[in-house]
């Protein structure tokens, strides 16, 4: 009986761990896919009251709209073209990346490159947003009137950057 009851108790526990992102999941990503399909089914320009029209939409979007099928086949190359090309290319500097061969460290970097690119821009137009002189954040609190702030150097660090107004 006492194995049962902390079975129970593991099983509410992993429940309520894992309810946090369930909610954001139900809230966040599955009622705007409701709501869009109850709207499909609607006559609506989101200034007059919906009208229920049943299948009609689909009808003309189906039933032979040039936009429609144009989208759909760029779509399609589109998705089919990437796939692909970056499986592919992927694959073959991951392969020239574990050859002995000239230019390895090359081909090594080239491969990773992609992964480290996007966080130093990230990191360099942080940098010029709180940059402590001349940085876009102090400018726009100088406009407003505000004192100039030194983000980052402050006891709290990063904190001061989060909460900036208060």
Not at 2 to 31: D, E, N
Not at 97 to 109: E, L, P, S
Request: hydrophobic fraction near 50%.
């Amino acid at each position: 009986m006492r194995q049962r009851a902390l079975k129970t108790q593991i099983h509410i526990m992993g429940w309520l761990f894992i309810s946090p992102i369930l909610l954001g999941s139900i809230v966040f990503s599955f009622t705007p896919v409701l709501y869009s399909l109850i709207i499909s089914f609607t006559e609506w320009n989101a200034l007059s009251p919906a009208k229920f029209i049943g299948l009609e939409n689909f009808r003309l979007i189906l039933g032979g709209d040039i936009y429609f099928v144009q989208a759909v086949r760029n779509t399609i190359v589109f998705c089919l073209g990437s796939i692909f090309f970056s499986i592919f290319f992927g694959l073959m500097l991951a392969l020239l990346a574990n050859q002995k061969i000239m230019g390895q460290n090359f081909y090594r970097t080239a491969f990773f490159a992609p992964s480290v690119t996007s966080t130093i821009a990230i990191g360099i137009v942080f940098s010029f947003i709180y940059e402590p002189n001349m940085g876009l954040l102090n400018s726009v609190l100088c406009y407003r009137n505000r004192p100039w702030r030194r983000w980052g150097f402050s006891p709290l660090g990063g904190v001061g950057i989060s909460f900036s107004q208060h």
